[in-house]
């Protein structure tokens, strides 16, 4: 509709969703009707990932226009690499970096996300450290949901080493960190997890299940 909502809590959860919908979406968040959200839960819309430039443009204007986001649940919603796009890290960093600024609380668990998506991760986490590197409080974020992306760090260690490296030192108020079957292997991981650990204080669940190796 063509009018201003303070609109706070958005749960579309579960549905069928897709273009249609995400261009909607992109249309009042650009005319200024979702400005005070501060939830968005579109976990199982499977559809929106039909189309991976439609949903991109959903959640560039999610980065832009909600200002006031604080929880962004995208949970099985079959995000996966676009092989197709030569631009993808690129692009995605820059989203993952200004809406990783404000989110207390990102969602990504059980989708196709393999180590295009983990670069892009890791470089939005290091766009958003370093807008915040004059805050002492460093990122809000207090709950990082990757589990069950099963191709996310395989056979890319160095990934998640940078992944949990940005986050021990931008990121003190991290809660929750699921990280089950992301593809994790290998002895860099381990080292990394255990240097890091003492520097994540408020860290109160770390899920490695589901990772066989």
């Known amino acids: 509709e063509q009018r201003r909502v303070a609109l706070e809590y958005l749960v579309l959860g579960r549905n069928k969703f897709g273009s249609a ?3 909607s979406f992109i249309d009042a968040a650009n005319g200024g009707s979702l400005a005070r959200l501060r ?3 579109l976990f199982q819309n499977t559809l929106l990932c039909e ?3 439609v949903l991109r443009g959903l959640l560039a204007a999610v980065a832009k226009e909600c200002c006031l986001l604080e929880v962004l649940n995208l ?3 079959g995000f996966r690499d676009d092989e197709g796009d030569a631009s993808f890290v690129s692009t995605w ?3 993952f970096g200004s809406l990783f600024g404000r989110l207390l609380s990102f969602q990504f668990g059980y989708n196709e996300a393999a180590t295009r998506t983990a ?3 890791v470089a939005g ?3 958003a450290a370093e807008a915040q590197r004059h805050n002492a409080s460093g990122l809000p974020l207090k709950r990082l949901w990757l589990i069950r992306n099963p191709k996310l760090f395989a056979g890319i260690p160095e990934s998640f080493c940078e992944l949990v490296n940005i986050l021990a030192a931008s990121a003190p108020s991290l809660e929750e960190l699921p990280i089950g079957e992301t593809g994790l292997a290998g002895p860099e991981c381990v080292a990394a997890l255990t240097r890091v650990l003492p520097s994540l204080g408020k ?3 770390l899920g490695l299940n589901r990772n066989p190796k």
């Open 21 to 23: 919908f995400a261009k």
């Open 39 to 41: 939830l968005l839960q």
């Open 51 to 53: 189309d991976m430039t």
């Open 75 to 77: 949970t099985k919603i």
């Open 93 to 95: 960093s820059s989203i």
């Open 119 to 121: 670069a892009a991760l």
């Open 125 to 127: 986490l290091q766009i």
């Open 203 to 205: 860290l109160k669940t």
